[in-house]
C-alpha cells in the first residue's frame, strides 16, 4: 500500500491531536478525512509528508518509514494542493507549475511538455493560459493552475487540504466535477481533507472520520452513509441521510443519449420539422463543429418564428457534467424548474441527457431496498 499509519500519534506538551492512529489508505483512490474542527485531519495529512512530525507510531510511503525519507525529497515527491492555491504572484501560469520539475532538475524540454500537457489536463487552453500571471485568472482558474501545479512532478500520492473551500458554491461544483474526471484518468493515491459533508460524499472512495485524534470509521463511502457506526457519524451526516444516497450515484451511469440535438445553423423550418417527426417539444442546439452546448429551442418558439437560424432563437440552458452525482442534478432540476437537464463534459460538449424521472425511479428503488436508512 502506498500509505499506511501505524499508531501514529502526535502530541503538543500534554496535549494529543492524533492518537494511536492506524489507517491503511488504498492505492489510487481518493480517501477523505473529515471530522469536527480540531478532529487532527490536518495535521495527519500533514504527517505523512513530513511537515508536521509525528511523535509517536509510524507513518509508512510505499513500504518505507517517513523517518527514511529525506524530508525535502519526500515532500517533493509528494503533491500538495491547499485552499489557498499558494501560486506566485510574480511567476507566469508556466513558471508556477514548473516549481517542483526545476527543484527535481528535470530537462527543460521535458518540463515544458509536462507543463502544456497538465493544462490541458485541468482544461486550460495551453495557448491562452501558459504566460499568463495569476492576477489575470478567475478564481477557479487559479486553483486549477494548483491542481497542476499539485501533479506536474506526476507523483504517485497527492495530498489536498481543502482545496475547493474558497471557492463559491456554483464554480465549487464544476471543479469538484472536473476534479472527477481528471482523477478518472490519472488514478493517484490522494487524501484530502475537508469539512464539508456534501464534498466528502461526492469525491471520496472512502470516508476516515475522526474525533478528538482518533478514528471513529474508515470504510467506503458507501458503507459509512448506509451505515454509520456512531452517533457522531450519524450527525455528521445530517438529517436529509436519505437523499445523501443520491449523492453516491453518478449522472454519467445514469444519463441517456436518446435525444435531438440540432445544429446551430439549422434553419428553423427543418427544425420545426424534425421535432415533430421526433414528437419532442424542445431540442438541444449545438455548434456544428464540435457539438458543444448553445443551449435549446421548443417548438413552441419555433411555431412563432416563421423563418430564421436556431441561433437566433436559441435560449441559454444549464448544463451538469457526468461525473456529477444525482443529488446535483436533482437539486439543479428544481431550482431551474427543468425536467431535463443536458449532460456536458468539462469543454461543455453534449453527451447526453439526465431527467427528473430517472432520478426519481432511483429513490423508488433504494425506498423498496432499504438504502436511504433509517
Keep these: 500500500m502506498a500509505i499506511e499509519l501505524i499508531h501514529a500519534e502526535k502530541t503538543y506538551g500534554s496535549i494529543t491531536a492524533v492518537k494511536d492512529l492506524s489507517l491503511t489508505i488504498p492505492d489510487n483512490q481518493i480517501t477523505i478525512l473529515i ?57 507566469t501560469i508556466f513558471d508556477n507549475i ?77 471543479i469538484q466535477d472536473s476534479f472527477l474526471e481528471i482523477q478518472k484518468e490519472i488514478q493517484k493515491t490522494i487524501v484530502f481533507v475537508t469539512h464539508d459533508i456534501h464534498e466528502a460524499i461526492k469525491l471520496g472512495d472512502n470516508l476516515a472520520i475522526l474525533d478528538e485524534g482518533s478514528l471513529v470509521q474508515f470504510d467506503t463511502t458507501y458503507n459509512v452513509v448506509n451505515n454509520p457506526e456512531t452517533p457522531l457519524v450519524e450527525d455528521l451526516l445530517g438529517a436529509d441521510r436519505a437523499f445523501k444516497g443520491l449523492a453516491l450515484l453518478r449522472v454519467k451511469d445514469y444519463m441517456k443519449n436518446d435525444f435531438l440535438s440540432l445544429a446551430k445553423s439549422t434553419a428553423s423550418e427543418e427544425a420545426l420539422k424534425q421535432m415533430e417527426l421526433r414528437q419532442s417539444k424542445f431540442a438541444f442546439i449545438v455548434d456544428g463543429r464540435n457539438r458543444k452546448l448553445q443551449g435549446y429551442v421548443t417548438v413552441k418558439s419555433l411555431k412563432h418564428r416563421s ?26 432540476l428544481f431550482s431551474m424548474g427543468l425536467t431535463t437537464l443536458p449532460v456536458v463534459d468539462d469543454r461543455g460538449i453534449l453527451i447526453g441527457v439526465i431527467g427528473m424521472k430517472t432520478i426519481l425511479k432511483q429513490i423508488e428503488q433504494m425506498a423498496v431496498l432499504g438504502i436511504e436508512g433509517d
Design 35 to 91: 471530522g469536527p474542527s480540531g478532529c487532527g485531519k490536518t495535521t495527519t495529512m500533514k504527517m505523512i509528508n513530513g511537515l508536521i512530525p509525528k511523535t509517536g507510531g509510524d507513518i509508512m510511503i510505499n513500504g518505507v518509514s517517513v523517518d527514511e525519507w529525506d524530508p525535502i525529497q519526500l515532500r517533493r515527491n509528494i503533491g500538495y494542493i491547499i485552499q489557498e492555491i499558494g501560486l506566485f504572484p510574480h511567476y
Design 307 to 332: 423563418a430564421g437560424s436556431l441561433e437566433q432563437l436559441c435560449k441559454p440552458t444549464e448544463a451538469i457534467q457526468p461525473f456529477a452525482t444525482l443529488l446535483d442534478a436533482m437539486t439543479k
Design 98 to 174: 514548473a516549481i517542483v520539475p526545476r527543484l527535481l532538475r528535470w530537462e527543460e524540454k521535458r518540463i515544458k511538455q509536462r507543463v502544456l500537457d497538465l493544462l490541458d489536463l485541468v482544461n486550460l487552453d495551453p495557448g491562452e493560459f501558459t504566460y499568463k500571471f495569476p492576477s489575470q485568472l478567475s478564481g477557479g482558474q487559479r486553483q486549477r493552475v494548483g491542481v497542476a501545479r499539485g501533479l506536474a512532478s506526476d507523483p504517485d500520492i497527492v495530498l489536498m487540504d481543502e482545496p475547493f473551500g474558497a471557492i463559491d458554491p456554483i464554480n465549487r461544483e464544476k
